[in-house]
């Protein structure tokens, strides 16, 4: 059987408190040659501080492996439930915390 048709299984420990999870509506993120930082953040309204939650730190490698996982999540989820909406298009009414629209220069 030829080695790289095998599937490796992997045993992945979820300790109680990371599996409580941590919510968050927005992400910022940044790269160098060597690296890419997700920075999971909370904003609220009202509220002119957003607070980093989480940091994931990964190589830029795992970073495209990521977006092509997380690509193919949407799609089954899509396929599963209905398309995404997202805020902007086909001028579709948000709903809950939109981020505050910066004030017009001039």
Known sequence: ???????????VELGEK???GIYSNLA????????FVIDFTRMLPGVPKAKVFARIIMTPQHAKSFLKALED??????????????????????????????PAKG
Request: charged share 25%; aromatic share 10%; proline share 8%.
């Open 1 to 11: 059987m030829d080695v790289q048709n095998q599937q490796q299984q992997i045993n």
């Open 28 to 35: 910022l993120i940044s790269h160098s040659p060597a690296e």
């Open 73 to 102: 999540n949407v799609k089954k989820f899509e396929h599963q439930f209905e398309e995404i909406k997202l805020y902007g298009d086909n001028k579709q009414k948000a709903y809950g915390f939109q981020p505050p629209t910066p």
């Open 18 to 20: 990371e599996a409580e």
